[in-house]
């Protein structure tokens, strides 16, 4: 099921320029997008909006650092290694099992959701955008993805479930940075 399910869905590559670009976008810069996000939301937040920023790359890494673990564990060839196909980017062969892209853009967009519905749920958006498009360029099984999704949520929750012990860290970050910053607008302006 698993291979069908790949192959109903990478087969739709390379049948249109726009749809190709627009996965292979979202394959090659998801990263970078969430990352752009994160950073206007930090440039142009208040403290509130700084520790959502905080928390979801807290999540975001804690999810890929589960990710090493089970990729230590357990070896999935990629699909592009086990069958003959046609790949609109290459890639290493490396692991399969469980899709860094996809976990770590849900692990962030869940994070975001669990405290700013709107944001979080355009984010939600596109990591179900990341987790198709990992399968549509050939890099990933559905089943890579959808533990991905797993992985995401399950730090999602247990992270925002001990957010109080984790707050006066986060606090004292962001009242550094504030300070950081006032210091330098007071020497550049004095």
């Known amino acids: 099921m698993n291979s069908q399910l790949f192959f109903l869905i990478h087969n739709l590559s390379g049948h249109s320029h726009l749809l190709d670009d ?25 403290s509130q909006l700084k520790s959502i920023v905080l928390y979801a790359g807290i999540t975001g890494i804690v999810g890929l650092l589960l990710n090493v673990l089970i ?15 046609h790949i609109l980017l290459p890639h290493a062969k490396d692991d399969s099992f469980p899709s860094d892209h996809a ?34 360029v050939g890099h990933h099984y559905p089943m890579d993805v959808a533990a991905s999704i797993v992985i995401a949520l399950v ?14 860290l986060v606090r004292s970050i962001i009242n550094g940075y504030n300070s ?11």
């Open 22 to 46: 627009v996965m292979i976008f979202f394959t090659s810069d998801a990263f970078l997008l969430f990352a752009i996000v994160l950073l206007i939301a930090w440039l142009a937040g208040k």
């Open 71 to 85: 990729g230590s564990l357990y070896y999935e060839p990629r699909p592009f290694v086990t069958y003959h196909i």
């Open 103 to 136: 976990t770590g853009t849900f692990a962030i967009a869940f994070a975001l959701w669990l405290r700013n519905r709107k944001l979080g749920s355009v984010m939600i958006g596109c990591a179900i955008l990341t987790g198709i498009s990992r399968v549509y």
């Open 155 to 168: 730090v999602s929750i247990a992270i925002y479930k001990v957010e109080r012990y984790v707050d006066p």
């Open 180 to 190: 950081l910053v006032e210091k330098l607008i007071r020497k550049r302006f004095s």
